[in-house]
């Protein structure tokens, strides 16, 4: 059975860093791009930050540019996205994708 499973959110101050993990188990997902969405309240989901399955290539939604990196570990089947200079519109629910989506792990940034 295959998971996609999020962690790492929480509560911080606007400026402060988090690292959110994803991991996925039930399958093999190494030759697989993964990615970072994100949903804020009363907002559609939006894209954050994608990584190719070999690693050599990441792309950023511009208001994360700069700020985020995504980064991958195809050992365990693991998607990274490190934040830092987090601002209060960041807050929502990031949600990894890996052919299939997690449950999503909240991130709150006050101002």
């Known amino acids: 059975q295959v998971q996609v499973v999020e962690s790492g959110g929480g509560l911080v101050p606007a400026g402060g860093s988090l690292r959110l993990s994803c991991s996925a188990s039930?399958?093999?997902?190494?030759?697989?791009?993964m990615a970072w969405y994100r949903q804020a309240p009363g907002k559609q989901r939006e894209f954050v930050a994608t990584i190719t399955w070999n690693k050599r290539q990441t792309l950023y939604a511009d208001s994360v540019k700069g700020r985020f990196t995504i980064s991958r570990d195809n050992a365990t089947d693991t998607v990274y996205l490190q934040m830092n200079n987090l601002k209060p519109e960041d807050t929502a629910i990031y949600y990894c994708n890996v052919q299939y989506w997690g449950q999503g792990t909240q991130v709150t940034v006050s101002s």
């Open positions: 039930g399958r093999a997902f190494s030759m697989y791009n």
